[in-house]
């Protein structure tokens, strides 16, 4: 197979977060403290993940890092926006998702990286004030705001190349309208202030008419609209959404294949979660809480294909709920009861209680992500990267296409792109062919 051109990752790479709370600052003091030898990059697949290479029989499993060039993480620069103005060693302390010891031992580092003004309306998150904002008359003038920001910073940072991730607040629930069908009405919304234009989605515009690779990290209608698509395709940005897939979700995209593939039928699937940090105050709004569920609900009905497997899955009862509970704050704890039928119809019940960390499963993503994205822009991939649905609760995919849920697929669709970028053999795992060697 031939090798894909890719480019080197020279010089350095500037992350930029919309949204610098709990989830960015984690990511951020964790490859502080990778950098330090304080810490290890668990949960990262660009740092710790390997990629079998070849036949079985040679053995051959080398670090993804190696097949395809990831950009160090020594020469990674962080920045962003928020609507509170704290330094990011300030902002970690408040989330509370790290050890006050540690988060010591990064504060001089941490302590300089301080956010820019974020482009916020409360008409969206209305659970969330503050004060660090930026004014303008439109939001055209706000979008063109935030790429002079990344401008600057490219600039101040000397970084050769810079990547967007959204980790900023659930917005309420939007549906698509006109003014996300066209590059044209998407601009002239912007003009025009069109309330159907989140502040999310200023970024996405701003990110990916700058050519920037871009990632939604949260269940917003932000770079998943046409208008958007086309314009990454126009200026070569590479985007991913949305919304990470972390606790929760991450179990039902682990065992719901597992219980198709034994042809286990299911008759409900009841998910409930408490969660006190700054995105649990804000999903407790039921306005915001629409557009978290719409992302969670999907992923059991693409799964499953119940219109296929009706005598298995047909009507299956599916309910997902978010409590905002304080005394918890980032540790969320995810509740799973599960009712299935197996031979003859005779019922069984799984009862999941995952007590989980909702930054440091989430921090990983925003890692590999701007990672992955990185590599695709040098590699001259523009558009919607599919392959990074592994990351994602509700990925997107080419137009007509269903996207793709079950964990296990989208592992193999991101290692095979990967060795397709290297220009090694895609791996079936058919197996034939070594029957065929011994004769």
């Known amino acids: 197979m031939a090798k894909q051109k890719v480019q080197a990752a020279k010089g ?61 993480l020594k020469d990674v620069v962080f920045g962003g926006w928020d609507v509170f103005d704290d330094n990011v060693y300030e902002a970690a302390v408040h989330a509370g998702v790290l050890e006050k010891d540690m988060l010591k031992k990064l504060k001089t580092p941490l302590s300089k990286i301080k956010p820019m003004k974020a482009v916020f309306d409360k008409n969206y998150v209305k659970r969330l004030d503050g004060t660090h904002i930026k004014k303008a008359k439109t939001k055209m003038d706000l979008a063109k705001a935030l790429m002079k920001d990344m401008e600057k910073f490219k600039k101040e940072n000397k970084c050769d190349r810079l990547v967007v991730v959204w980790c900023g607040s659930t917005e309420i629930y939007l549906e698509e309208t006109k ?21 999310s989605m200023i970024y996405a515009y701003a990110a990916i008419k700058m050519g920037v690779p871009y990632a939604n990290g949260a269940p917003n209608l932000s770079c998943d609209v046409p208008a958007l698509i086309e314009l990454a395709k126009k200026t070569g940005a590479p985007i991913a959404g949305k919304d990470f897939k972390t606790g929760q979700t991450l179990m039902k995209t682990i065992l719901a294949p597992g219980l198709k593939a034994r042809a286990l039928g299911l008759e409900g699937w009841f998910s409930t979660n408490i969660l006190g940090n700054r995105d649990g105050a804000v999903l407790d709004d039921p306005d915001n809480f629409k557009t978290k569920e719409v992302s969670k609900l999907g992923v059991l009905e693409e799964i499953l294909e119940p219109e296929l497997y009706p005598d298995l899955y047909k009507d299956f009862y599916h309910k997902v709920r978010i409590n905002y509970y304080p005394p918890r704050g980032d540790a969320k704890e995810g509740w799973d009861n599960i009712d299935i039928k197996g031979w003859m119809g005779y019922p ?92």
């Open 12 to 72: 350095k790479l500037g992350i930029l977060l919309p949204g610098m709370g709990a989830v960015a600052t984690t990511t951020i003091a964790g490859v502080y403290a990778i950098n330090k030898g304080l810490s290890k990059p668990i949960g990262s697949l660009t740092q710790m993940g390997r990629l079998r290479i070849g036949k079985r029989t040679k053995v051959n499993k080398p670090f993804i890092k190696d097949v395809v060039p990831i950009q160090k």
């Open 179 to 199: 003014v996300h069908k066209t590059l044209k009405a998407l601009e002239k919304g912007l003009v025009d202030n069109d309330p159907s234009i989140a502040p």
């Open 348 to 439: 069984m019940q799984i009862k999941i209680d995952f007590l989980c960390r909702d930054s440091i499963l989430a921090a990983p993503l925003v890692l590999d992500l701007a990672l992955f994205l990185d590599l695709a822009k040098r590699a001259g991939m523009s558009g919607i990267q599919e392959w990074l649905s592994f990351y994602l609760k509700s990925p997107q995919a080419p137009k007509g296409v269903k996207p793709m849920h079950d964990i296990f697929q989208q592992q193999i669709k991101l290692e095979n792109t990967i060795r397709h970028m290297a220009g090694e053999d895609l791996i079936t795992h058919l197996g034939l062919d070594y029957d065929d060697d011994k004769k």
